[in-house]
């Protein structure tokens, strides 16, 4: 068993340079499909090893309730493990006293990023106690005339209009007993309270895309009620080819080609950028990434997977200042006991009330996919 275990070692060393190797095409699902077999042939073998040790304590004459109180005891921390899954996913968590007597450790290892980070990267702006805000923007640019000696000057000046922006409630709930705020290790509670926040975080990054603009929503950069954009400088694409990201840059913009402006996408979209190959094999676009972020051929970029569920566009490209969220009130977190006292259930909650808009005229290039 230990042969076989540096053999899985050594093949993922291999497999983790070949990603690493930007001169070689690979096929990504191929190795991620070999690399989660060899980790389950890994965890397979350690467990077999633990019973083969055990087998053995037994054999010397150790006593055998130990073996059986290791078992209880891993048992015990599983139930932990998984009520801490139960308490982020079903937002209800019942915890028996055995699990709380147990020795657990003081820190609940998280999961996957969920929260894009394009909510932090527009722009905010604090209207605390506003009920609506109208964010005025320039609709026509002036253009002078030719005029004869004499004559009435030509008229060409500049129009304006109005992104309307009304409050809407976000809010976000979660509940969980008395026991669970009394563990004596992991900090349960927090772990709540913080997603009760990023729950907020992650309706916000929705509706910044997809908000359909009626009473109680944003409207979203894919709404129809982002006015703002006439939808002029929309493209649509068959599929992520070669030429697709030079389409979306110079769609943008009347005489400059804007340098400051993001891609937004989902990290599916991401990949088949990725996946483009020259004819010689090499890939087409140079992409760097850091978490949420990152740049396809210098052209920067956020995630966002929202951008998948809409039924027409998929992608926007723009300056992200000009998406304008108006808050009209702190985040706002409680926690009760009082309205199920007699249950010992605790109830957090958050909520706050923003609106959103685009506030530029064709601030943003929307991508469609036929």
């Known amino acids: 068993?230990?042969?076989?275990?540096?053999?899985?070692?050594?093949?993922?060393?291999?497999?983790?340079?070949?990603?690493?190797?930007?001169?070689?095409?690979?096929?990504?699902?191929?190795?991620?499909?070999?690399?989660?077999?060899?980790?389950?042939?890994?965890?397979?073998?350690?467990?077999?090893?633990?019973?083969?040790?055990?087998?053995?304590?037994?054999?010397?004459?150790?006593?055998?309730?130990?073996?059986?109180?290791?078992?209880?005891?891993?048992?015990?921390?599983?139930?932990?493990?998984?009520?801490?899954?139960?308490?982020?996913?079903?937002?209800?968590?019942?915890?028996?006293?055995?699990?709380?007597?147990?020795?657990?450790?003081?820190?609940?290892?998280?999961?996957?990023?969920?929260?894009?980070?394009?909510?932090?990267?527009?722009?905010?702006?604090?209207?605390?106690?506003?009920?609506?805000?109208?964010?005025?923007y320039r609709a026509t640019d002036a253009v002078g005339g030719m005029t004869a000696e004499g004559a009435k000057y030509h008229e060409g000046q500049p129009t304006f209009a109005y992104a309307e922006i009304n409050k809407a409630k976000v809010t976000d709930y979660a509940e969980v007993t008395e026991e669970v705020e009394k563990l004596p290790n992991a900090n349960y509670v927090a772990e709540v309270e913080g997603e009760v926040l990023k729950g907020l975080k992650r309706k916000l990054n929705k509706q910044i895309l997809l908000g359909d603009g009626t009473a109680g929503n944003l409207a979203g950069i894919f709404s129809d009620k982002a006015t703002a954009l006439t939808g002029d400088a929309d493209i649509t694409v068959d599929a992520i080819t070669t030429d697709t990201l030079d389409d979306i840059v110079f769609s943008y913009g009347i005489e400059d080609v804007e340098g400051d402006a993001t891609l937004i996408l989902s990290k599916a979209t991401l990949r088949e950028f990725a996946k483009l190959r020259t004819d010689l094999g090499t890939k087409v676009h140079e992409i760097k990434v850091a978490g949420n972020t990152g740049t396809i051929d210098g052209v920067p970029f956020i995630i966002n997977n929202f951008a998948d569920a809409h039924e027409s566009f998929f992608m926007a490209y723009g300056n992200l200042a000009n998406y304008e969220v108006a808050v009209f009130s702190d985040v706002d977190l409680q926690r009760s006991a009082d309205f199920k006292f007699d249950q010992g259930i605790v109830a957090y909650r958050g909520s706050i009330f923003a609106g959103g808009n685009v506030v530029a005229q064709d601030g943003f290039v929307r991508v469609k996919k036929n």
Do not use: C, W
């Not at 921390?77 to 801490?84: F, G, I, L, N, Y």
């Not at 699990?99 to 932090?120: M, P």
């Open 1 to 136: 068993m230990e042969k076989r275990l540096q053999e899985i070692e050594t093949r993922k060393v291999e497999l983790r340079t070949a990603l690493a190797d930007t001169t070689q095409e690979v096929n990504l699902e191929e190795i991620e499909t070999e690399l989660r077999e060899l980790q389950v042939e890994v965890e397979e073998i350690e467990q077999r090893q633990a019973l083969l040790a055990d087998v053995a304590e037994i054999k010397e004459g150790k006593q055998i309730t130990n073996t059986i109180e290791k078992e209880e005891r891993k048992m015990t921390v599983d139930k932990m493990e998984v009520r801490a899954q139960e308490l982020k996913e079903n937002r209800m968590v019942t915890v028996d006293q055995t699990a709380l007597a147990v020795h657990a450790g003081d820190e609940i290892n998280g999961g996957f990023n969920t929260v894009s980070t394009l909510v932090d990267a527009v722009k905010i702006k604090a209207l605390a106690g506003g009920e609506s805000y109208r964010a005025p």
